[in-house]
């Protein structure tokens, strides 16, 4: 299950995320979509970094058998820009940003691993037949 808050207007199809969310895990988790001012703020009280960025990931701990996974924040402004940039629709946008938050949560960490996070991102966004814009950009 997604626990969906969506603070801004962007359409979102919450039922191809859940099944991304149930191709992985079957842990709940919460998403929330927010505006680029807003995630900023998030950024900045979580991580001190004072900047806008596309997806947060925050775990939850994982003591219990029947706990969330924990909660993904994507920036409305980001998807909308990149699915631009790249000419897909933004539903694909939010898609690639979901992996990339999910994978967070399950313990992928591109910043630290050996290239494990990018791999199991190419292998999720052949699976679901999404633009291969994700895998460009963090080359």
Do not use: C
Not at 1 to 25: A, G, H, R
Not at 103 to 125: A, Q
Request: aromatic residues 8%; without cysteine.
């Amino acid at each position: 299950m997604i626990d969906f808050e969506n603070q801004t207007d962007l359409s979102v199809k919450i039922e191809e995320l859940k099944e991304i969310l149930d191709s992985l895990t079957n842990k709940d988790l919460e998403l929330i979509i927010v505006d680029n001012k807003r995630i900023k703020e998030i950024n900045y009280e979580n991580r001190d970094k004072n900047e806008a960025t596309d997806v947060l990931s925050f775990p939850f701990e994982q003591n219990f058998p029947h706990m969330p996974l924990g909660s993904i924040i994507i920036s409305k402004d980001f998807v909308e820009e990149k699915a631009k940039e790249y000419n897909h629709s933004t539903n694909d946008e939010i898609k690639l940003l979901f992996i990339h938050g999910l994978l967070h949560l399950l313990g992928y960490d591109h910043e630290i691993d050996n290239g494990e996070h990018r791999e199991k991102e190419e292998e999720l966004i052949k699976k679901f037949n999404l633009p291969s814009s994700l895998i460009v950009r963090n080359s």
